[in-house]
């Protein structure tokens, strides 16, 4: 039997405030702010980020369940990295790390790294952009 093709569907993050997060997600990452019966939820496309947060919390859970800023998060970015880089430093925030040559998904991508108000640590990947020749 050949196994199907599996693809993500959704994943958990730990927010310690709906308003903040939610302003953050939707204006820096683009996410449509989706209510559900215990808080929100971010939906990017047929992807979903689903949230533990004030008053929310999941069943089942991992072993060890993430906690607010302890998740690591990459988005695909639709156009050149620089255009990441103008778009967060718009929004009021500073990148962390890159533009910086990574590896992702689709192959190697020009990623730029930020936080989000928890601390949880995004990457924006974008392979769109030219990629430096290897020495």
Request: aromatic residues 8%.
């Amino acid at each position: 039997m050949t196994m199907p093709a599996i693809q993500l569907d959704h994943c958990v993050a730990h927010v310690t405030d709906w308003e903040r997060s939610n302003a953050f997600y939707r204006d820096v990452v683009g996410a449509e702010l989706v209510r559900t019966r215990m808080g929100w939820a971010y939906r990017f496309g047929d992807q979903q980020l689903n949230l533990h947060g004030p008053g929310a919390k999941g069943e089942p859970v991992a072993r060890i369940p993430v906690p607010p800023g302890g998740s690591d998060l990459c988005f695909r970015w639709p156009g050149p990295i620089e255009d990441a880089v103008a778009h967060l430093r718009a929004q009021g925030v500073e990148p962390e790390l890159g533009p910086i040559l990574r590896a992702g998904a689709r192959g190697r991508g020009m990623s730029v790294y930020f936080h989000d108000p928890d601390g949880s640590l995004l990457e924006f990947i974008s392979y769109e952009s030219p990629i430096p020749e290897q020495n």
